[in-house]
């Protein structure tokens, strides 16, 4: 059985992690396949929006402790960070869609893309301090820009547990659904990123991401340089013309 799923549908790619006997624990040849399919999805323009999620009710429950990487723990940490830096780095919108567990990397896994959908059921839980281990998966980075300082320094030093309610309330996810709502909510938001402008979405991600490292000015060149070059994109010609004669846009037809 295969421990990375990959599924194709209308623009949405959906990664599941697949152990689910471990509750999709990460091990090192888990860590190698996401890093082929995600560098693959980068630069697969057919892929215009990415669902990352698990099977059999977990998200991640972070590493697979049963699988020893010694004496080679620096490369394996390295390709761990590979994964987190593909996932957000990716030119196109990552929603993670997580059900039951999401601890220690998984964790900040599930934080890595740009959206974070949570089921019910959905536990979330830096709990590496309990382990005698140190953050891993972006968490460091992560953390501090969701919830502030002085609450990733409580949730980690603690290794709090936290709902999905709760995790919502607290900023660390989009939203919380019912876990009989999960499937439908994350399919409506995939889908309606895969209809949208796929180069105006990957820019406004890249800007996104880098507000906490520019200045005020420099943000604001950089949005000139980008939206004087999105003027003339086909999808802004295209979202014109939709404006125009008051339909939807069509920006898959702008991209073929």
Same mark, same amino acid.
């Given at each position: 059985m295969a421990d990375l799923l990959v599924d194709r549908a209308d623009g949405v790619v959906t990664v599941t992690l697949n152990r689910p006997k471990r509750r999709n624990g990460v091990t090192w040849p888990l860590i190698e396949e996401l890093v082929r399919e995600l560098e693959h999805i980068a630069g697969n323009a057919h892929d215009r929006a990415v669902v990352l999620t698990g099977a059999g009710g977990a998200f991640c429950s972070g590493m697979d402790l049963a699988e020893s990487v010694a004496p080679d723990e620096l490369p394996f940490m390295r390709r761990v960070g590979q994964v987190v830096t593909l996932l957000h780095e990716m030119p196109k919108p990552v929603i993670a869609k997580v059900a039951g567990p999401a601890v220690g990397f998984g964790c900040n896994l599930a934080f890595a893309g740009d959206l974070t959908v949570a089921g019910e059921s959905a536990v979330f839980g830096e709990i590496f301090a309990e382990r005698g281990l140190t953050l891993d998966g972006g968490g460091s980075w992560i953390l501090p820009r969701l919830v502030g &300082?002085?609450?990733a320094k409580e949730l980690v030093f603690f290794s709090r547990r936290v709902s999905g309610a709760e995790a919502e309330r607290l900023g660390l996810v989009n939203l919380t659904v019912p %876990?009989? %709502? &999960?499937?439908?909510?994350? %399919?409506?938001?995939?889908r309606t990123l895969a209809d949208g402008p796929a180069l105006a979405l990957s820019v406004m991600k890249k800007e996104l991401n880098k507000a906490y490292e520019s200045s005020f000015s420099e943000a604001v060149e950089t949005e000139s340089l980008a939206q004087a070059f999105s003027f003339s994109s086909a999808e802004a010609k295209e979202g014109m013309r939709a404006f125009l004669q008051r339909r939807p846009a069509r920006f898959r037809e702008s991209a073929s």
């Open positions: &300082l002085a609450k %876990d009989e %709502d &999960l499937d439908k909510t994350v %399919d409506e938001w995939a």
